[in-house]
């Protein structure tokens, strides 16, 4: 299951981030280690909106800081 | 900044977007041969418009000036200045050194901007996503992040301004990069316009003003300046950007340079929101503003040899600009050629004035004229030699580039042969 949540939080940020599928590892930091600045952000917390059919709100998505972070997050909330 | 010298500006650099080709000598070569860049919109369903054709660019791709991300942030129009900021500059050879980098503005001419992301994130909203529109959308709309971006990647941290003047912005953005460095201190400017709108609203938008051409079935033939079957103006797209410099830091580097500029002026027809006035008096300000400034460098309105026109194709501007000619030159109005390249690359709005002022640049370069196109049976109101059909040999010591746009904004640009002033 969280493999499977893994590979489309993948495809999510390799489409929104524009980086390469070999460079997003679960403890790939966000922003040091994808380059993501803060409008990146915005643009993939609405591509996982999307994917995942959930509501990341402003606090959550402060939380999520690296791949893992969000497969974590909507592990717990996806329906 | 020296003061005691009166400051000069060459033109080093050149790039170019445009319908008729990327690069400056494909461009200039087809402009050159006579060959437009008008055909079928194919970058949008057109059917259900009156208009379905335009000057599309055909042969760009951004990732020879961008990488996938940046590509993938930015509007087409920001794209297309970005891509010919980097060919002028390398055009050039300028480098951007960091003590270069404060004395080197940006100012670029944009009318309309982000429209098709405009129109995009509008449909989102209207689907009721609000909590969907892009972080991008902001960035991708404003008309100044053309500047922005090329400041960005460029890395030039002087003076970073927009001219939103509608068809005027190119020429205003040349004007204003040209006193940036003649009076203001400024050691190059990189300069010129950028526009990229062949969507739906802005065709259906130009329509509604019956400015556009609707010769849908032969678009080869349907911008066709100081023609008596004239219907309108062809949409184009594109990008023009000159790098200027201060004449003696060029000269120093034994740098190339095409032209000098010579003079600039500008003016407000104070008239119409949309219509010229009907006796180009607004225009006549303009060029006879720039004749002004010129004339200290000692330029005389018979040293004008050739004028790169407005030209738009439509009823009321061709005749306007031709009075508008006649007023200012007097006698010596039918001896000026006088032709429009917007007979080829149709009308790039807001770029208009940065690819007519590279071409001015070229003309003078080669010694050879651009002809306008489509030219078959003058307009009986359109009397002047306005190069019909074929480039015409002929060596130029000093040539005008004019714009005019909506708001009744005027702007002309006079250049000269390097080392003839």
Redesign the interface.
Known sequence: MSDDIFERVKKVVVDQLTVEPSEVLPESSLQDDLQADSLDLVELMIGMEEEFDVKIDDEAAQSIKTVQDAVDFISRNAS | MRTDVPRRCAVTGIGLVTPVGTGLEKAWGNIVAGRGGVGPVTCFDASGLKTRIAAEVKDFDPLDYM???TD??LATFIKYAVAASRMAVADAGLEITNDLAPLCACSMGCGLGGLKMMEDSHSVIMEGRA??I???FI?MMIGNMSAGQVAIELGLTGPNYLCATACAAGTHAIGLGFELVRDHGMEAAVCGGTESVITPLAIAGFNAIKALSTRNDDPGRASRPFDRDRDGFVVGEGAGILVLEEWSRAKARGARIYAEILGYGASCDAFHITAPRDDGGGAALSMAAALRDASARGIRPSDIGYINAHGTSTDLNDQMETLAVKTVFGDLATGIPVSSTKSMTGHLLGAAGGVEAAFTALAIRDGILPPTVNLENPDPACDLDYVPNVARKKALRAAMSNSFGFGGTNGSVILGAPDAW
């Open positions: 990488d996938r991300k993938k942030r909590d969907r892009s972080p991008f960035p």
